[in-house]
């Protein structure tokens, strides 16, 4: 399977199986359009290219595309369907998602979880249900070393103190462990002083500092409870909290809705703020909703994304340094061939904990009780849930099979798929149309980068 696409002047084709990408100039790039998906030419097609363009260039196109197929760089075959289906290893936990506070000081308008409950009540985590979280992820992730731990919420500051002790118990549990502890967390911000930059800088393995962008698009969605924005209060903390990271990791990441489908501009402003690490996503939210992404808006959301690849370009050429999350391929490393397949492992390697320490796939499905795992104290008792989501991969997905992207994606997110389709073989249908262009515009800028 090969995948051709043009943006601005350049020709690429991905070979999906091998991972090869080629720069094509226009005339092989015309050839290759005359292959079926086989690999094999039509020769009427190439007859009709050897009257537009000569008999010599045509050959000599040709004769390199061959070359490729021989060396398994195009038309290659698919090396993992049948050892990867037949895979039924147990699952190892390796990261746990603790929500240290079901509340939040924000009423952002897009939030998917009920301003910060998840649709409940408001509560808080004890220290001793964070402590049994810890418990519970090293003696369910057996030779694993690495182990991460992200501090999420609604706003995981609101419970400091408890953030505070949890880290304490994680690295003295490494001592007799043989375990790392690797942390992250997420804030909006508006609790971040001196103090706490400074404990944060100090434990946190990643920061992911909340911001939409321009003041008028971050004020429209991320407001307090009294209507009004946090942009003034939370950029100069953000801006001294990554002055302090120095090569430590961090993200600013937003959100773009359909209020702000030139969200292109919102990354080059906070690039022009100062932050260099940068993520911004588009919303989720069901049809009805308002700012909710729309089938109309992927034309604009397209050409964005292929404008956001060209500026951020043209400014590494001027020798700024800018990394926007969706745009960073390795294409000779990369994720292992597992995290290929199967994605973010949500449901067997990665689980959410409520305040309560009841587990669930991902923060995602917090709340919706036919996926309740169990509980950090009594383990996991519903394995018929995890044997679900272990069997879930490129392949056991209709709509991902073909798919050109799936090894970039790995299927797409299960919860997307189950709140839009009810089923987490499914796909979110416009998820996926953005994905595939952010690939596209990936490939683009890491050719433009390699070849100028």
Known sequence: MIHQFRIYDTNIVLDVNSGAVHVLDDIAGEVLSCFDENGKPAEDEINALRLKYGEDHVTEALSE????????????????????????????????????????????????????????????????????????????????????????????????????????????????????????????????????????????????????????????????????????????????????????????????????????????????????????????????????????????IFSEYESLALKISELRKQGKKINFFHFMLDLEGGPCVAKRLRGCGSGTEYLAVTPQGDLYPCHQFTGVEEFRLGNVFTGIDRQDIVKTFRGLNVYTKKSCRNCWAKFYCSGGCAANAWHFQKDLSGVYEIGCELEKKRVECALWLKARELFG
């Open 65 to 300: 595309l061959e070359a490729l197929k021989s060396e398994g760089l195009l038309f290659s075959s698919d090396p993992y369907e049948d050892t990867f289906s037949a895979d039924t290893s147990p699952p190892v936990v390796k990261a746990l998602c603790l929500h240290m506070a079901h509340d939040c000081n924000l009423r952002c308008k897009y939030c998917f979880a009920g301003e910060g409950t998840y649709h409940g009540t408001r509560s808080k985590m004890p220290a001793e249900v964070a402590k049994k979280a810890i418990d519970f992820v090293i003696a369910n992730s057996e030779n694993r070393r690495n182990i991460e731990i992200d501090f999420f919420g609604g706003e995981p500051l609101l419970n400091l103190d408890v953030i505070r002790e949890t880290v304490l118990y994680a690295r003295e549990r490494e001592k007799c462990t043989n375990k790392r502890f690797r942390f992250t967390v997420t804030t909006n911000g508006l609790l971040l002083d001196d103090e706490t930059m400074e404990y944060l800088n100090n434990t946190m393995d990643n920061i992911v500092l909340s911001l939409d962008g321009r003041k008028e698009i971050n004020d429209a969605m991320r407001v307090r409870r009294d209507g009004s924005g946090c942009y003034d209060a939370i950029v100069p903390k953000f801006q001294k909290m990554v002055s302090i990271r120095k090569d430590k990791d961090y993200y600013v990441r937003g959100t773009f809705t359909a209020n702000n489908l030139d969200f292109s501009e919102d990354v080059l402003h906070m690039a022009g703020l100062g932050f260099d690490q940068l993520s911004i996503e588009p919303v989720v939210l069901p049809d009805g909703s308002g700012p909710e992404i729309k089938r109309e808006h992927l034309d604009k």
